[in-house]
């Protein structure tokens, strides 16, 4: 009798044991909240919700999980050595970021042009249909600077900038009216003036810009066998611009780093082509569209009081 009832107890305390680790298994679905607080500037919240078993963890998951736990205990040791700091009054209230002011930076990206030719005068006779010779296209490294000035309204930002950029694009292809001939087109500058309206969310800016365009552009007819310049021409070509970009200041209170892209409605125009060699003869006249678009990553210094809205 008393093994028997030594056994009913034993039998309970494994069905209790059991059910014990199964209840731990269970509870192996994590809710992880870190909040760390910003002693300049309220409170930021991260929620972490991660749902999984510990005993179906697969040795990756582990260590990714054991570098996330590594990097979370990092920032909260960061964040308890910040320590209290002394009363100094209330402080300023400031609208959305800090945008407002002049600005200097530097740009880097890629440029890409699409010429397409089609002559309409050949030694002084129109060419009626105009003759298609051909399109070619370059991409290439682009660098250069910029500077403007902010006004910000709240949320949102107004201002004006200039932007000048060095290029090197060039392209040829073989004419398809002088079959001698390799059309061959480059251009080494760009300019942009424009205005430009943005939206900001605290450190983030969101802007379009629009204004004018110029690009410093060069022809040249080149006999395909010798590789010489036959006949050339020279322009520099204003159209419309039209951009949009993101920048992002909040690692820095002067500093802030942009994306943008840029397209130049260029359309066509005639360009009139001399001869090299000899006596300088009014060849031809080709019609040469052009598209151009621009892709840059920025970086700003920017300078000038926060716009304040308030004080307490």
Same mark, same amino acid.
């Given at each position: 009798?008393?093994?028997?009832v030594g056994r009913t107890r034993g039998q309970a305390l494994q069905?209790?044991?059991?059910?014990? =680790?199964?209840?731990?298994?269970?509870? $192996?679905?994590?809710? %992880?909240?870190?909040?760390? /607080?910003? +002693?300049?500037? @309220?409170? #930021?919240?991260?929620?972490?919700?991660?749902?999984?078993?510990?005993?179906?963890?697969?040795?990756?998951?582990?260590?990714?999980?054991?570098?996330?736990?590594?990097?979370?205990?990092?920032?909260?040791?960061?964040?308890?050595?910040?320590?209290?700091?002394?009363?100094?009054?209330?402080?300023?209230?400031?609208?959305?970021?800090?945008?407002?002011?002049?600005?200097?930076?530097?740009?880097?990206?890629?440029?890409?042009?699409?010429?397409?030719?089609?002559?309409?005068?050949?030694?002084?006779?129109?060419?009626?249909?105009?003759?298609?010779?051909?399109?070619?296209?370059?991409?290439?490294?682009?660098?250069?600077?910029?500077?403007?000035?902010?006004?910000?309204?709240?949320?949102?930002? =107004?201002?004006?900038?200039?932007?000048? $950029?060095?290029?090197? %694009?060039?392209?040829?292809? /073989?004419? +398809?009216?002088? @079959?001698? #001939?390799?059309?061959a087109s480059k251009t080494d500058a760009v300019g942009l003036f424009?205005?430009?309206?943005?939206?900001?969310?605290?450190?983030?800016?969101?802007?379009?810009?629009?204004?004018?365009?110029?690009?410093?552009?060069?022809?040249?007819?080149?006999?395909?066998?010798?590789?010489?310049?036959?006949?050339?021409?020279?322009?520099?070509?204003?159209?419309?611009?039209?951009?949009?970009?993101?920048?992002?200041?909040?690692?820095?209170?002067?500093?802030?780093?942009?994306?943008?892209?840029?397209?130049?409605?260029?359309?066509?125009?005639?360009?009139?082509?001399?001869?090299?060699?000899?006596?300088?003869?009014?060849?031809?006249?080709?019609?040469?569209?052009?598209?151009?678009?621009?892709?840059?990553?920025?970086?700003?210094?920017?300078?000038?009081?926060?716009?304040?809205?308030?004080?307490?």
């Amino acid at each position: 009798m008393v093994s028997r009832v030594g056994r009913t107890r034993g039998q309970a305390l494994q069905r209790r044991a059991a059910r014990q =680790a199964s209840q731990r298994r269970t509870r $192996n679905a994590f809710l %992880l909240g870190v909040i760390v /607080q910003r +002693q300049t500037g @309220g409170t #930021l919240s991260v929620t972490l919700c991660l749902h999984t078993t510990l005993a179906r963890l697969g040795l990756m998951t582990k260590f990714l999980m054991a570098v996330f736990f590594l990097a979370v205990s990092a920032v909260s040791a960061g964040a308890a050595d910040l320590g209290a700091r002394p009363y100094s009054g209330a402080p300023a209230i400031y609208a959305d970021g800090n945008w407002g002011g002049f600005y200097i930076g530097a740009n880097l990206g890629e440029a890409a042009s699409t010429n397409c030719w089609s002559n309409t005068v050949l030694l002084g006779v129109p060419t009626v249909p105009s003759f298609a010779e051909g399109c070619n296209s370059a991409a290439g490294v682009t660098v250069g600077g910029q500077v403007g000035y902010r006004w910000q309204f709240g949320s949102w930002v =107004a201002g004006v900038e200039a932007q000048g $950029n060095w290029a090197d %694009l060039r392209a040829s292809n /073989q004419s +398809q009216l002088f @079959g001698a #001939l390799t059309n061959a087109s480059k251009t080494d500058a760009v300019g942009l003036f424009t205005g430009q309206v943005g939206y900001t969310w605290s450190d983030f800016l969101l802007y379009a810009k629009g204004g004018a365009g110029v690009t410093n552009d060069r022809y040249n007819g080149v006999i395909t066998a010798t590789n010489s310049v036959f006949d050339t021409a020279r322009e520099t070509r204003w159209s419309g611009v039209a951009g949009i970009g993101g920048e992002y200041g909040g690692f820095s209170p002067n500093w802030s780093v942009a994306v943008e892209w840029d397209h130049f409605f260029r359309g066509d125009r005639n360009i009139g082509f001399t001869t090299v060699s000899g006596p300088a003869i009014a060849f031809r006249t080709d019609r040469i569209r052009q598209d151009f678009d621009m892709v840059t990553a920025r970086i700003n210094y920017r300078w000038g009081d926060r716009p304040v809205v308030a004080r307490y």
